[in-house]
């Protein structure tokens, strides 16, 4: 199932009146007798370190990762945040060259130090999600390039 989500983007959830912030992204691949399915779910915080679970088919995207920092700082979604949410995340595939998988990690490796800086600067328990959302998605990356 495709969907143009991603780490670290504002979503809004069905139901709920809050903003939350995308910690991981688990892909399930559901086989049984009659029917094979696939789920994504997404384990999500807010501002105020408050987790939730939420299947992709309750989730809009709000704005991208790198203006959701901006959010977190300020707590006023901006125009600029609404129209920058049409730019698609990187999606990491073993259709990628050796370069570009590279290149994504850095990124990833970028956005997990930006958030430990923050956090340490901050204390908001929202960066310190972030950080280690990205370190576990860079473990799940470096585990499927080495398979």
Do not use: W
Request: glycine fraction near 4%; charge should be negative.
């Amino acid at each position: 199932m495709k969907h143009n989500i991603g780490i670290g983007d504002l979503v809004h959830v069905k139901g709920y009146a809050e903003y939350y912030f995308v910690d991981s992204i688990s892909e399930c691949h559901i086989i049984s007798e009659s029917v094979e399915e696939f789920d994504i779910e997404f384990d999500l915080s807010d501002t105020k370190g408050r987790y939730l679970f939420a299947y992709i088919e309750d989730i809009t995207l709000v704005c991208r990762a790198k203006y959701a920092d901006e959010y977190l700082r300020t707590g006023i979604l901006t125009e600029r945040m609404k129209i920058a949410k049409e730019d698609a995340p990187p999606r990491f595939t073993r259709a990628m060259s050796t370069d570009e998988q590279a290149r994504y990690i850095d990124e990833l490796l970028d956005d997990a130090l930006f958030a430990q800086g923050a956090f340490q600067a901050t204390g908001l328990s929202d960066f310190e999600a972030k950080e280690r959302a990205a370190y576990e998605l860079i473990a799940k990356l470096q585990n499927e390039m080495e398979a």
